[in-house]
Every structure is written in C-alpha cells, then in structure tokens.
C-alpha cells in the first residue's frame, strides 16, 4: 500500500535557481497540502488543493513560489528564484476528504547555498 | 485564524513511566484534533485523533482526551518504551479549513 510519495529526497542548489519539488498523494485522495517545516516556524501550511483546484494559498510565502496539481495523482512545488532563507524541509500530505486525517510524506530536504 | 499552543516543548521520562502533552486551540469552530509523532527524518505519522463530539479516545498505550468547553486536548502515553522518543504535534481543524499543527513535543524515554 504505497503511502504519498515525495521527490528528491534531497536537494541541494545554488541562490537563484529554480527548484522543483514534487508529490505523489495516495490514490483516492482528494485533498493535497504542501507544509515546510524549520526550527524556527515549525509546520506551517503553504497550500492546500481539493480536486486538484487550490483553495488556500494563504501561506505561500511570496511570489516566488508557486505549486499545481495538474491532474489527481501529482502535484508540484516550484520555487524560482530560490534563496538561501527558503532552505527547509518541504513536507506534502493527503487526506481523502476535507476534515481527515492526513497523510505524510518523507519529505524533501531542501538547501539553497 | 486558529491559534494552537502545546506543552511542555521537551519532556524526558524514564521507560515503563507515563508522558502526558497538553494543547490548547483558540477557534471553537475546531472540531478535529489529530496527533502526530514523527521521527528522524521522517513525515508526521498520525498516531490517533479525536472529533469534538467524543471526550476521549484509546488505542493500546495511547489516549486522547478533548475538554471543548476549555479548548483543550491531551495526549497520554502510558508504559512508555525507547521507541516512543520522537517529536509529537497536536494539531486542531475545522473541516480542512484551518488545519493549524502546535508547535511540537520532543520526547526522550530513558531506558
């Protein structure tokens, strides 16, 4: 039973390129959220799908990032251009309906030098 | 929006005692409360979750309690082993409308 799926792993790039991180959710789930996740900030939400249209984009930190779910099984988080600040762990989950519980995957660690 | 706060932020005991984390939410409108616990580098694992019209819930060594009229909930593991060191979030939800974690427990069991 493939749980959700995160790629890469790691990622480890130069300020100023483009970064794309990207999710697998559990088939038959209809909810998606991208979190990262600091020391600092803890987990904090940064978008949220349903049916794969966005709904709360409310914690997408700035401009430079933007994330899509062009059909029910991927979805992707994009960052350009990228800064040493958004080094972090960027966590995607799913949940089959709104209001359940989600599930994680094994993130993706993500520095920017 | 919501507001979750979580205590105590480290929490050592020794093996076999309990370990008790206590949140507090701000919204009444939460009517979801699930528990995560996750290890090193790891995703959050959903260890058990409650629904405002319960007052606890159990599973092993595991419980949950909610008092909504405090908007408060707990966490309560008994018999505590080794592999129950990780870091545990509360987290409160209105339907998937304002899905908001603590800000997390780091607990240590001492063999």
């Known amino acids: 039973d493939a749980g959700v799926i995160q790629s890469p792993r790691h990622e480890v790039t130069e300020m100023g390129q483009e970064v794309t991180l990207r999710c697998k959710p559990i088939?038959?789930?209809?909810?998606l959220f991208w979190y990262r996740q600091t020391m600092m900030r803890g987990l904090e939400l940064l978008i949220y799908?349903?049916?794969?249209?966005?709904?709360?984009d409310s914690g997408m930190p700035e401009d430079r990032f933007s994330a899509k779910m062009p059909n029910a099984s991927f979805s992707t988080l994009k960052i350009q251009p990228s800064e040493p600040r958004d080094s972090a762990v960027y966590f995607c989950?799913?949940?089959?309906?709104?209001?359940?519980?989600?599930?994680f995957g094994d993130g993706t660690r993500l520095s920017i030098l | 929006g919501e507001n979750v706060e979580q205590h105590p932020s480290t929490l050592s005991v020794q093996e076999g005692d309990s370990a008790v984390i206590k949140c507090t939410y701000s919204?009444?409108?939460?009517?979801?409360f699930p528990w995560y616990k996750q290890e090193l580098g790891k995703g959050p694992q959903l260890i058990i979750d409650?629904?405002?019209?319960?007052g606890e819930k159990k599973d092993q060594r595991i419980a949950v309690t909610l008092n909504k009229t405090a908007k408060h909930f707990s966490l309560h593991i008994t018999e505590t082993q080794p592999e129950d060191s990780a870091v545990y979030f509360c987290?409160?939800?209105?339907?998937?409308?304002?899905?908001?974690f603590g800000p997390g427990t780091r607990l240590s069991v001492l063999p």
């Open positions: 989950a799913s949940s089959l309906r709104d209001g359940g519980p989600q599930h």
């Open positions: 088939s038959g789930h209809n909810s």
């Open positions: 799908f349903n049916n794969n249209v966005p709904i709360d």
């Open positions: 919204d009444s409108a939460s009517n979801y």
């Open positions: 409650i629904r405002s019209n319960v």
């Open positions: 987290a409160a939800d209105n339907y998937g409308q304002n899905f908001v």
